[in-house]
């Protein structure tokens, strides 16, 4: 499994911005679908982003697009999440996660096998 740490969460107006980071501990991050999931309090986790081992393919929830980006630099290890005019209710933990050898995107959870411990978005309104 690859190992993932998740970075830039925090407190932000709504209206605002935040960058995510993941960060993969191995290689294989190179060859791996990567996704963004979120769970807030009293829900499911539920799909947000997920892009192909080349970011050439990517996917989202539909309460995201248009405002989050999905992208990723090989070279680091690593993907972001780029997310705009935040609301109150993409408040939630986020999660990144890996699903090496996965050709093309999924929003499957089923799907990726490799989990971060999660970075918390707050939005206040």
């Known amino acids: 499994q690859v190992q993932l740490v998740e970075s830039g969460g925090g407190l932000v107006q709504a209206g605002g911005s935040l960058r995510l980071s993941c960060v993969a501990s191995?290689?294989?991050?190179?060859?791996?679908?990567m996704g963004w999931f979120r769970r807030a309090p009293g829900k499911e986790r539920e799909f947000v982003a997920a892009?192909?081992?080349?970011?050439?393919?990517?996917y989202y929830a539909d309460s995201v697009k248009g405002r989050f980006t999905i992208s990723r630099d090989n070279a680091k290890n690593t993907v972001y999440l780029q997310m705009n005019s935040l609301k109150p209710e993409d408040a939630a933990v986020y999660y990144c996660?890996?699903?090496?050898?996965?050709?093309?995107?999924?929003?499957?959870?089923?799907?990726?096998?490799?989990w971060g411990q999660g970075t918390q978005v707050t939005v206040s309104s």
């Open positions: 191995t290689r294989t991050f190179i060859r791996s679908t």
């Open positions: 892009a192909s081992w080349s970011g050439g393919s990517t």
């Open positions: 996660a890996a699903a090496p050898g996965l050709v093309g995107v999924s929003r499957s959870p089923l799907d990726f096998d490799s």
